[in-house]
């Protein structure tokens, strides 16, 4: 069985809750060695706690994310701060900018239900606080970012940075940006979400979406399901799990298998070489480096 990793999904999601116990079974079936479980808001930060001590496979995380920043409460940083301290081997994040639900999002969208939509400049100054937390704790930052890689690039170059790296996670930026990001210490993990784009869907770079994948420095490259969000295009998942309440698709932790198969014929490499590789990533970023 090959060792796979997840760079990033939430398992504490109410939606994966009634199947939590058949998605593990799933996971241990095709051999998932870890998970990269984010917490993004302060509720969720303690149900990330509890499944991590019930499955080994788990490696918690904890952060503000973007679409919860609006609604922090008054005690969040030390919310934060108590978490990581009682978990040495735990990272930060989910934290990130998005202009995407500022200026994209389409009326009545019912992932942003209830949610105060905090300003970008808001955004910036949790996400800095966040990142500078990391940096100063040496705990990887797992980044989403959504239309706003320029802020989220100069966000970057003014802070700390922690010395192991940081992840940005379903890397949908221009391809031009993958170095000066990774220079920073960038990793980028590759979504099944993105065959959906396997029409040749041109971005304004000119680079197709799926093709920049073929430009990450394969020591920089990961891999991730962000289950329950971002489901493969159906004919492009292996595991299937019934629709949300809302009658949302929902995609399946197990997917993480199928990732791996998409990113290895689009790099044109053996999927043995890519799963070594990851392992390797996986390791030199999220693992447990403290005695080194
Ligand atoms: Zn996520």
Known sequence: MRPLYDAHQHFQFDEL???????AASLQAIGLKR??????????????TDLAQQYDWILPSYG????????RSPH?????RTQLDANPLAHVGEIGLDRWMIDSVKPGDLRLTGLRVAPLAEQVEAFTWQFTLAAELNRAASVHCLQAFGPLL??????KRPARGFLLHAYSGPAEMIKPFADLGAYFSFNGNFLKHSGGTRSPDGVSRLDRWKQIPSDRLLVETDAPAMPLPN???THHLPPGP???PLNHPANIEAAYAALASLRDIHIETLVTQVEENFQRLFGDNSKS
């Open 17 to 23: 809750a009634p199947h939590r116990a058949a998605i």
């Open 35 to 48: 998970a990269v479980v984010n917490g993004s808001c302060e509720q969720d930060w303690p149900v990330v």
């Open 154 to 159: 100069d966000a970057l170059t003014q802070t």
């Open 246 to 248: 809302n009658g949302e």
């Open 64 to 71: 503000l994310h973007p679409w919860d920043c609006g609604n």
């Open 235 to 237: 004919e492009c998942a």
């Open 76 to 80: 969040w940083q030390s919310a934060l």
